[in-house]
């Protein structure tokens, strides 16, 4: 679309003097009648230019890149200046910095949708990735936006910019999306069907309510550095997943699982019933507004090849192509490794009774194991540093057993452990020992991926 009346003579082309770049890195190529996204080059240059305020969209799908690139910003701009970053992504799990995949997510359940993909050809695999800011566990998908804004320290607040997101939505006709205490955007009141969340953008169905509901439509996480502070957010638009969320975040494990870090909160959330291009129009809208820049800046980046710019800002379209940028690169590798998505687990014990808290909560003690096995496994960056397996009230069996399983499993990776069976086969005790098979099937339940 064209830019807005009155603001084309605010918009133009970056021209290289900017950049100090050669002029051939503003040629951008249209792909079947699309407009190119900003070439890597010119937006790798980006920490050269003083402007108040910079504004991207991502065309990416892909959480790797997308959160690549937002750390490259958070890294690279300006130090004085203030960037939106927006973008969707495939439908992925999205845990915290510090947060337990085992506890926050049903892993084999992202192993089955990896199998049906491979099955399918189709690409409904949901994704597992650990982002770099703190936080609760989220689920992404083409129904919600996630907004980014990374600015000076100095002036980091954590509702000013969810308070800019509630306007936009005010303005889309949302009128009882508000800011609350915890930060999130809400929607106040207003009859639906609860739904309940592991996170902001997770649910399960509870059945029909009547009277007033106050649901999250936004949770938010942050990093903050020395001279600059990131906020990012998923907004819940119009997800089709939102009755398989629930099954996504609830682990098998999470009552017997002892972990440091940070666990998700659990909310009712809805979704707001938006297309994704007017909440991304809005927000910008508003953004624009409150940084004092021209009106019709959404559409501008739409309709311009390359990157663009006007008074105090600039902006433009991104996508895959930056991971030619090798910061950006090493940023999507580092993201998809086990190093990175399961290592960098905070320690936690998995024991086969549940915890304390789990039984205050209700929990009962495993079907699947009976009374007399107790297991206690203790991991520290998701490799085992102690284990016991008692099967027997004999102390000298349990001594032998647990001293064979010791050096089986010492310091193994979970995560490389495919199945428990294959495992416990290789420890003497328990190659005969009647109660192997359930033992391993318990632990694939608890420790799978």
């Given at each position: 679309?064209?830019?807005?009346r009155?603001?084309?003579?605010?918009m133009?082309?970056?021209?290289?003097?900017?950049f100090?770049?050669?002029?051939?890195?503003?040629q951008?190529?249209?792909?079947?009648?699309?407009?190119?996204?900003a070439?890597?080059?010119?937006?790798a240059?980006?920490?050269?230019?003083?402007?108040?305020?910079?504004?991207?969209?991502?065309?990416?799908?892909?959480?790797?890149?997308?959160?690549?690139?937002?750390?490259?910003?958070?890294?690279?701009?300006?130090?004085?200046?203030?960037?939106?970053?927006?973008?969707?992504?495939?439908?992925c799990?999205v845990?915290?910095?510090?947060?337990?995949?085992?506890?926050?997510?049903?892993?084999?359940?992202?192993?089955?949708?990896?199998?049906?993909?491979?099955t399918?050809?189709?690409?409904r695999e949901?994704?597992?990735?650990?982002?770099?800011s703190?936080?609760?566990?989220?689920?992404?998908?083409?129904?919600?936006?996630?907004?980014?804004?990374?600015?000076?320290?100095?002036?980091f607040?954590?509702?000013?910019?969810?308070?800019?997101?509630?306007?936009?939505?005010?303005?889309?006709?949302?009128?009882?999306?508000?800011?609350?205490?915890?930060?999130?955007?809400?929607?106040?009141?207003?009859e639906?069907?609860?739904?309940?969340?592991d996170?902001?953008?997770a649910?399960?169905?509870?059945?029909?309510?009547?009277?007033?509901?106050?649901?999250?439509?936004s949770?938010?996480?942050?990093k903050?550095?020395?001279?600059?502070?990131?906020?990012?957010?998923?907004?819940?638009?119009?997800s089709?997943?939102?009755?398989l969320?629930?099954?996504?975040?609830?682990?098998?494990?999470?009552?017997?699982?002892?972990?440091r870090?940070?666990?998700s909160?659990?909310?009712?959330?809805?979704?707001?019933?938006?297309?994704?291009?007017?909440?991304?129009?809005?927000?910008?809208?508003?953004?624009a507004?409150v940084?004092?820049?021209?009106?019709?800046i959404?559409d501008a980046l739409?309709?311009?090849q390359?990157?663009?710019?006007?008074?105090?800002?600039?902006?433009?379209?991104?996508?895959?192509?930056?991971?030619?940028?090798?910061?950006?690169?090493?940023?999507?590798?580092?993201?998809?490794?086990?190093?990175?998505?399961?290592?960098?687990?905070?320690?936690?014990?998995?024991?086969?009774?549940?915890?304390?808290?789990?039984?205050?909560?209700?929990?009962?003690?495993?079907?699947?194991?009976?009374?007399?096995v107790?297991?206690?496994?203790?991991?520290?960056?998701?490799?085992?540093?102690?284990?016991?397996?008692?099967?027997?009230?004999?102390?000298?069996i349990?001594?032998?057993?647990?001293?064979?399983?010791?050096?089986?499993?010492?310091?193994?990776?979970?995560?490389?452990?495919?199945?428990?069976?294959?495992?416990?086969?290789?420890?003497?005790?328990?190659?005969?020992?009647?109660?192997?098979?359930?033992?391993?099937?318990w632990?694939?339940?608890?420790?799978?991926?």
């Open positions: 679309m064209a830019p807005s009155g603001f084309s003579t605010g133009r082309l970056i021209r290289c003097h900017l100090a770049k050669p002029s051939s890195v503003l951008t190529r249209r792909s079947h009648g699309s407009l190119s996204s070439a890597p080059a010119e937006f240059a980006l920490s050269e230019v003083e402007a108040k305020c910079q504004i991207y969209l991502s065309r990416s799908l892909d959480p790797y890149v997308n959160l690549s690139i937002e750390h490259y910003l958070l890294q690279k701009s300006p130090p004085q200046s203030t960037v939106l970053f927006l973008y969707i992504d495939r439908p799990v845990i915290g910095r510090n947060q337990n995949p085992w506890l926050e997510v049903n892993l084999p359940m992202l192993a089955e949708s990896a199998s049906k993909s491979l399918t050809g189709s690409l949901v994704l597992l990735v650990r982002r770099r703190g936080g609760g566990t989220v689920f992404h998908d083409e129904g919600n936006v996630n907004y980014s804004v990374i600015c000076p320290t100095s002036q607040h954590r509702d000013k910019y969810a308070q800019v997101v509630a306007s936009g939505l005010q303005k889309l006709g949302i009128h009882q999306a508000k800011v609350n205490k915890r930060h999130d955007i809400v929607l106040d009141g207003g639906a069907d609860e739904v309940r969340s996170g902001p953008s649910s399960l169905p509870q059945g029909p309510t009547t009277g007033p509901r106050t649901r999250k439509i949770g938010s996480a942050y903050l550095t020395r001279f600059r502070a990131l906020h990012h957010a998923t907004c819940l638009l119009s089709p997943n939102l009755h969320i629930h099954q996504y975040l609830h682990s098998l494990a999470k009552h017997y699982i002892q972990a870090g940070v666990e909160v659990s909310s009712p959330v809805a979704n707001v019933n938006l297309g994704t291009e007017d909440f991304q129009r809005a927000v910008v809208s508003e953004f507004a940084h004092g820049l021209p009106e019709g959404y739409q309709s311009v390359g990157l663009a710019s006007g008074n105090d800002w600039v902006g433009g379209l991104v996508d895959e192509g930056l991971t030619a940028i090798p910061e950006v690169k090493r940023g999507v590798e580092e993201l998809k490794s086990d190093a990175w998505i399961y290592s960098q687990t905070p320690q936690f014990t998995v024991t086969s009774s549940p915890t304390p808290m789990a039984l205050l909560q209700g929990a009962q003690p495993s079907k699947t194991l009976p009374s007399s107790h297991i206690s496994l203790e991991a520290r960056f998701a490799s085992i540093i102690s284990g016991s397996i008692m099967t027997s009230v004999n102390d000298e349990v001594k032998v057993e647990n001293d064979q399983l010791v050096e089986a499993i010492g310091n193994r990776k979970i995560q490389d452990i495919d199945s428990w069976e294959d495992v416990l086969r290789r420890v003497e005790g328990f190659q005969s020992h009647p109660m192997t098979s359930r033992i391993a099937r632990l694939d339940m608890m420790l799978g991926r």
